[in-house]
């Protein structure tokens, strides 16, 4: 049995016809990962509270708050019907996380050697300047010493639990996975670019898709009615990378498995 769904993507060239595409799309369970980057407990009940003085995670009280009703109502559901129909659950998240969980850690990249040689900064301390304006001081109080994985979607026994890319790459291999489907968090920030991220992985060659309704980006007050930054990260990996699918087509085609299973 396929996991039968409708994926979007935006074609933009030719730029002269540049409009949203829907296609079918037939994926093998077994060949498919659903993955949840960087899900953190800063706002949720096991976690620290977000601290107004910091950007830390998703930087807002509201926009904590709808991830992890993202977490409750589609990750968290998306990985228990995934895992019914035999595909692979992977959990991302940052070293700093990983840290407190040695399974995380297994099979890891050796670290990288020290660069030969490192120029001296054009601008003394303007590079560090502009980080503590963006961020606040992160080591000195802030939520990100104490965040964890939010428990809510703890990886359960067979699940890949990774850090780095080819960490992440290597487990999927060895499983011979071709199909990954992503959830979580930045949409516009880390699920694109971090370690185990959009970008990275597709060098690998992967086929790559993600949860529209699964993800949430940065937003600011004035964009997260509109679900602006989120919208454009959207449309960038739809241009660029791959399909985009719904939370709810997913699970009806899990179902569809299970029912003639």
């Known amino acids: 049995m396929m996991l039968e ?13 540049s409009r949203f595409v829907t296609e079918p799309i037939a994926l093998d369970p077994a060949r498919t990962a659903i993955i949840g980057m960087h899900c953190w407990n800063i706002g949720c009940p096991d976690g620290p509270p977000v601290d107004p003085n910091f950007a830390v ?6 926009t904590a708050q709808a991830c992890a009703k993202i977490m409750t109502d589609r990750i968290v559901p998306a990985f228990d019907a995934a895992r019914q129909v035999g595909m692979t659950v992977c959990h991302v998240e940052p070293t700093i996380i990983a840290r407190k969980h040695p399974e995380a850690c297994e099979d890891e990249d050796p670290p990288d050697p020290p660069p030969s040689h490192t120029p001296p ?59 990954l489907i992503y959830t979580g968090f930045a949409t516009d920030m880390c699920v694109l670019r971090a370690p ?4 990275p992985m597709i ?17 600011y007050p004035d964009t997260f009615d509109q679900r602006t ?7 960038y990996f739809e241009s660029h990378f791959g399909d985009s699918v719904m939370f709810d087509d997913f699970i009806a085609a899990c179902r569809r498995i299970g029912a003639n299973s």
Not at 123 to 142: C, F, I, N, Q, T
């Open 196 to 199: 185990g991220g959009i970008e």
């Open 121 to 179: 900064p054009v601008v003394p301390g303007h590079s560090e300047a502009m980080r503590d304006r963006a961020h606040g001081k992160y080591l000195e109080g802030s939520p990100y010493t104490q965040m964890d994985r939010a428990a809510i979607v703890a990886p359960q026994p067979g699940d890949v639990y990774c850090h780095q890319t080819g960490q992440l790459d290597r487990a999927l291999r060895r499983r011979g996975i071709e199909n």
């Open 57 to 62: 995670g998703m930087v807002y009280e509201f």
């Open 229 to 235: 930054i989120t919208e454009s990260a959207l449309r």
């Open 203 to 219: 060098e690998f060659g992967y086929r790559l898709f993600i949860m529209r309704d699964a993800t949430l980006g940065v937003e």
């Open 5 to 17: 769904m409708t994926g979007q993507w935006y074609r933009w060239i030719p730029s002269t016809d």
